[in-house]
C-alpha cells in the first residue's frame, strides 16, 4: 500500500466513524461493536511490540452476569451489557479502575434457545450522549451515556411478530444521524426499522427479510452514507432517510444455517461470509448496484467471526467452533487466492491496530501477531481465561477489555 492509499484509508475509516457513532472521533474510543468503523481497526491505538511472560498487565477485573455482549468504551466509560438474574442490566464503569457509575436494569424474558446462556447477545451501541442495547427477547433500550436514565424501550419482537431465532436476537443496531436501524425481521415489510433517535418512534419499515446475525454497518454512495445489512437470506444496502433498497443480492441458506459475521467494505468492494455451506462472497458496488467478483466456499466461511484488513489482505478465522477446527488465513479479497494458512488455529476475534493484531480465541486464549501476506508470525500468548469466550473484545486508550462466561478484564496492551 503506498503513502496515499494509507491516507484515503485512514480518511475512510475516519469519516465511517463519525456518520457511524453521530459523535466527534477520538482515537481510544470503542463505542460500537468492532470499534469505531465496526471493522475491528482501532484508530493511533499502538500495541506493545510483545508481553512479559506472564502476559500483559491486569488492570482491573469483575464478575459478570449472563450474557454474549462484549463491552464498549467511550472515553473513561465502559459499558457492560449483561444479565442477572431476571434482568438485563446495562452498567457504566470507569476505564481506569473498573469502579461502578451507574446501573439500569430491564426486565428479561428470554429463556435460551441452542446456546444455554440467556444474556444478551449484542455489542452496546454508543451515539453521541446516549447508550443503545438489544436484549436477547428483542427489546431495545436507549439510556443517557451520563447517568444511565432510561429514555425509552421498544419490544421489537412483540411490536413486528418476529418469530423465535436459533439463538435469540443478536444484531447490534446501527445509529446513523437521528435515527437507529435494527435488522429486526418481522412481519409485513419490517425486515429492517428506523426508529428516532429522541423517542423510539417508528420512521418506517423495509423488506421481508428476517434477521440475522451479523451487525450492519456503513457503505458510501455517490457520497452519502448508506447501511449495509446482512439479513437471513440477502445482502441489503438502505437509504437511512426513507428506507429505499438501494441494492441487493442473495446470501445465506435456508435451513440451519446463520449469517452472523459483519459485512466488511473497502471503498467499493465489499466482503461478506457464513459458514454451513454458505461461504464468501466479494462484490464491488456503487450507485448501479452490486457485481459478483467471487463467490466460493473453499476460501473464508467464517461462522461469526469478522475478518480484518490491511494493506488490500483479509485476514480471518475459517470455520466452525462446533464443527472440525478452525484455521486462521491470508487471503486476496480481489480474487480469492489464498496467501497462507494456519491450520487448527480455532474461532478467534481480530483487532488490528497499526501493523500488530489481537486475536482473542474461543479458547481464552490471547495472541498477538503481525499481520503479514509472508505467513502467520506470533508475537506474544497468553491464555487469559479458563472458560469459553465468545463476547467480543474492545481496544482503547492503550486498554484491552474482554470478558468470558463470569470475568471482565481490563488488560494495559499498549505501547
Given amino acids: 500500500m503506498n503513502r496515499v492509499t494509507h491516507y484515503v484509508l485512514l ?11 453521530s459523535a466527534p472521533v477520538k482515537a481510544g474510543n470503542w463505542p ?15 500495541l506493545a511490540a510483545t508481553w512479559p511472560d ?12 449472563a450474557g454474549l455482549a462484549g463491552p464498549a468504551v467511550v472515553g473513561e466509560r465502559v459499558i457492560l451489557f449483561h444479565r442477572v438474574g431476571d434482568e438485563e442490566v446495562v452498567e457504566c464503569l470507569s476505564a481506569s479502575d473498573g469502579a461502578p457509575q451507574w446501573r439500569t436494569a430491564f426486565p428479561a424474558s428470554y429463556a435460551g434457545g441452542y446456546h444455554a446462556d440467556n444474556g444478551p447477545r449484542c455489542v452496546p451501541t454508543i451515539a453521541g450522549d446516549r447508550v443503545f442495547v438489544l436484549g436477547a427477547a428483542g427489546d431495545l433500550h436507549c439510556v443517557a451515556l451520563a447517568d444511565g436514565k432510561a429514555k425509552w424501550s421498544r419490544a421489537l419482537n412483540e411490536d413486528y411478530k418476529v418469530r423465535d431465532a436459533y439463538f435469540g436476537v443478536g444484531s447490534a443496531p446501527l445509529v446513523m444521524g437521528d435515527r437507529v436501524l435494527v435488522n429486526v425481521g418481522g412481519k409485513a415489510g419490517a425486515g429492517i426499522v428506523a426508529l428516532a433517535v429522541s423517542d423510539g418512534k417508528t420512521l418506517w419499515t423495509a423488506t421481508n427479510d428476517e434477521a440475522s446475525y451479523a451487525a450492519p454497518t456503513l457503505v458510501t454512495l455517490d457520497g452519502k452514507a448508506r447501511a449495509l445489512f446482512v439479513t437471513r437470506m440477502n445482502v441489503v444496502a438502505i437509504a437511512p432517510e426513507n ?7 442473495p446470501f445465506g441458506k435456508s435451513g440451519p444455517t446463520v449469517n452472523a459475521a459483519t459485512p466488511l467494505v473497502m471503498g467499493n468492494l465489499l466482503f461478506c461470509s457464513a459458514s454451513y455451506g454458505v461461504g464468501g462472497v466479494a462484490a464491488r458496488f456503487d450507485s448501479n448496484g452490486a457485481k459478483e467478483l467471487w463467490r466460493r466456499d473453499d476460501v473464508m466461511s467464517s461462522q461469526y467471526a469478522t475478518c480484518i484488513a490491511k494493506d488490500g489482505l483479509l485476514y480471518g478465522v475459517d470455520g466452525r467452533e462446533d464443527v472440525g477446527v478452525a484455521r486462521l488465513r491470508c487471503f486476496n479479497p480481489l480474487d480469492g487466492n489464498v496467501k497462507w494458512t494456519e491450520e487448527s488455529y480455532g474461532v478467534a476475534t481480530l483487532v488490528l491496530a497499526g501493523d500488530r493484531a489481537l486475536a482473542l480465541k474461543t479458547s481464552g486464549q490471547l495472541v498477538l501477531f503481525r499481520p503479514s501476506p509472508q505467513g502467520y508470525e506470533a508475537l506474544a500468548e497468553t491464555q487469559l481465561f479458563e472458560t469459553t469466550t465468545q463476547p467480543l473484545p474492545a481496544l482503547a486508550n492503550g486498554k484491552f477489555f474482554a470478558r468470558d462466561m463470569k470475568v471482565l478484564k481490563c488488560l494495559a496492551v499498549g505501547e
Fill in 11 to 21: 480518511a475512510s475509516i475516519l469519516a465511517a466513524s463519525l456518520w457511524l457513532s
Fill in 32 to 46: 460500537q461493536i468492532l470499534g469505531p468503523a465496526r471493522n475491528g481497526i482501532a484508530v493511533d491505538e499502538p
Fill in 54 to 65: 506472564d502476559g500483559p498487565k491486569l488492570l482491573w477485573q469483575r464478575e459478570v452476569g
Fill in 243 to 249: 428506507g429505499q433498497v438501494l441494492f441487493q443480492f
